[in-house]
Nanobody
Framework: VQLQASGGGLVQAGGSLRLSCAAS????????MGWFRQAPGKEREFVAA????????VYADSVKGRFTFSRDNAKNTVYLQMNSLKPEDTAVYYC???????????????????WGQGTLVTVSS
């Protein structure tokens, strides 16, 4: 599967953005998906994950209550709605996918097989 992330941009603190990640292929509904981010000078970190069905989600503590991860399997797309953005949310955001036998949550970056190219989110103070 190929992943294409989009939706990044420049926003003021307190603002919102919605990231999208579109996938190629006809078996998207069999993929667990995740979002990760990497800020300048820092390691890539987990943001959120969603199961194949979309029925299970998990979030990093730093974004819980502000970000919402959803998916539309009919459109082969996942979305990350980001509200109440903070300057510390500034990073390149990557979507990731892994074919899964079960409706599982995957939080470790090393367990994902497919990665999008990243989209830059900049939050100004």
């Amino acid at each position: 599967v190929q992943l294409q992330a989009s939706g990044g941009g420049l926003v003021q603190a307190g603002g919102s953005l919605r990231l999208s990640c579109a996938a190629s292929g006809r078996t998207f509904s069999l993929y667990s998906m995740g979002w990760f981010r990497q800020a300048p000078g820092k390691e890539r970190e987990f943001v959120a994950a969603i199961s194949r069905s979309g029925g299970k989600t998990v979030y990093a503590d730093s974004v819980k209550g502000r970000f919402t991860f959803s998916r539309d399997n009919a459109k082969n797309t996942v979305y990350l709605q980001m509200n109440s953005l903070k300057p510390e949310d500034t990073a390149v955001y990557y979507c990731a996918g892994r074919w899964d036998l079960q409706d599982a949550i995957v939080v470790l970056s090393t367990e994902y097989n497919y990665w999008g190219q990243g989209t830059l989110v900049t939050v100004s103070s």
